[in-house]
């Protein structure tokens, strides 16, 4: 992504990308290691700069934060986080998976580490306990990962009649293994057949969903990652296209025609990811910071694209969703 473009994207919030760093030295420095895209996370990164002003730190004027975007290729992180600590950085913030915290920690040399990951940051090895992480890294648990049959279930209700489920995972995501494992059990509680299909890019999302309309799948799920999560609106869009009902882990792909989705708010996750960040800059330790685990999830639904997939929502289903987009 260019320096101009994501400014643009952020309306200025941002200004200076990546030169604050480089321009401001006596300024304390904040490595921001994202596994995606810069245009996506946009309003996340904003409600971030929001809580760490708060905090007091506004950057450019009193921390310089530097960025550094895989895109979706996480074989790329150990590079840009290792960079990140060449650059000195204060604190290093690694997100939004445990393809990031892994690298920036493996980099890290001792700099507190701010995660938001998926699923157990305990199971992951990454901190010794949830109340006392006991190294280096602290942060956010999602839980997008864990609620896997909770979605699954969703699915299911909405659709009473549907046999078979397909589940869209990335290879490359850290947690596809677990996330597999937790998908299978869950299609076997429900006694229905189930598909894999795999993609890592553009070319293999658009081949996985001819797959899964050729193979007659009644519904999608769409696994826990941050390079679907950065192809939102082509993911949506295609199991449109293919008239495939599908559960999704975050809002902005029901905005893009998804028809649902299940899990926490990330503009709050990336609130508390700078609120652990601003604490750490004022001098206290990782070691010492619990990891915070979301406590709310949403259930979000696209009425609109129930309808054009000629379905019919529960009146049940549609009380108990927290938004309902029109």
Excluded: C
């Excluded at 869950?186 to 229905?192: I, P, Y």
Aim: aromatic residues 8%; charged residues 20%; glycine residues 8%.
């Amino acid at each position: 992504m260019r320096r101009r473009e994501f400014i643009t994207l952020l309306g200025g919030a941002a200004g200076g990308w990546p030169l604050g760093a480089r321009a401001q030295q006596a300024l304390p420095v904040v490595g921001f290691l994202y596994s995606g895209s810069p245009a996506p996370m946009a309003p996340y990164l904003a409600a971030f700069l929001r809580t760490l002003a708060e905090a007091g730190y506004v950057e450019n004027k009193t921390v310089a934060i530097d960025y550094r975007f895989a895109e979706g290729r996480y074989e790329t992180l150990p590079l840009l986080a290792a960079d990140l600590v060449r650059r000195q950085a204060a604190v290093i913030v690694a997100a939004p998976n445990t393809n990031a915290a892994r690298a920036a920690i493996a980099a890290s040399g001792g700099i507190p580490i701010v995660f938001n990951v998926s699923d157990d940051p305990v199971k992951l090895g990454l901190v010794a306990s949830l109340n006392r992480p006991g190294g280096n890294a602290t942060g956010v648990n999602s839980f997008m990962s864990e609620v896997v049959a909770k979605r699954l279930g969703l699915l299911r209700e909405f659709l009473p009649a549907a046999g078979r489920f397909g589940a869209l995972v990335n290879p490359s995501a850290a947690t596809t293994e677990a996330f597999i494992k937790d998908f299978t059990a869950a299609a076997g509680t429900l006694n229905v057949q189930f598909e894999i299909v795999q993609a890592r890019d553009d070319h293999e999302i658009e081949v996985a969903f001819d797959t899964l309309a050729r193979n007659k799948n009644d519904a999608l799920m769409v696994a826990p990652d941050t390079f679907f999560a950065s192809r939102n609106a082509q993911i949506a869009i295609v199991a449109m296209r293919h008239a495939i009902p599908a559960v999704y882990t975050v809002r902005a792909y029901v905005e893009h025609g998804g028809l649902m989705s299940y899990g926490p708010s990330v503009p709050d996750t990336y609130r508390q990811l700078a609120i652990y960040v601003g604490r750490i800059l004022k001098g206290e330790k990782p070691a010492d910071l619990p990891v915070v685990q979301s406590t709310k999830l949403d259930l979000v639904l696209n009425v609109r694209t129930a309808r054009a997939l000629g379905l019919e929502v529960p009146p049940t289903f549609l009380a108990r969703a927290d938004e309902v987009i029109e």
